[in-house]
């Protein structure tokens, strides 16, 4: 048993930060994360803090949100204000600055018209619909056209650029981001 603890005491100090030992990393404090938001997401992102095992994503109002071992929270919602801290065992950093979380940045605020709709043959029944791949939209619906002028939504893609669907109709796209709609692709017959 006297074996088995000292090979825990070990991988402890193997898992400390390059060039820190863990017995530095339990004598220092924890710099309070710098936050911002990812470009092209609404993921919010940090530089690494020394010696920290977690960082704990809260709101702004103090309430607990996650918990997370990476550098990013990608859960974020637009409109949100978030604050992160770092953590090694009972020690805590201070605050990190506050971000609420906007539009995807590099993003206009309206998405792009979607581009290079186009066909790939998959079976007898069904094809591969394929497009232009928009990192600012985050959905891309497919609409099939009916012959008396109706669309039905067949699928509801997020972050995509190629969805199944059925031979024998004709098809068309809009992208989304946020509340605002592009309207359309030109449309495409898959026989």
Known sequence: MLAFVVGIVSLVTVLAPT?????????????????????????????????????????????FVASVQTKEYASSKEGTTY?????????????????????????STTPKKPTGLTQRSKDGSTAFLEWDFDPCADWTRVYRLNKNGTSDLLHFNAGGYRTTVPKGATYYLKSQRGRKVSWGSATIDIK
Do not use: M
């Open 83 to 107: 604050f992160v801290t770092a953590t090694r065992g009972s020690r805590i950093s201070a605050r990190s600055n506050n971000l609420t979380v906007g539009p995807k940045p590099g993003c």
């Open 19 to 63: 060039g820190v030992s863990a017995a530095s990393c339990d004598s220092q404090g924890l710099s309070a994360p710098v936050i911002k938001q990812k470009l092209y997401s609404r993921s919010i992102v940090w530089e690494n803090v020394p010696c920290a095992t977690n960082y704990n994503i809260h709101k702004k109002d103090g309430s």
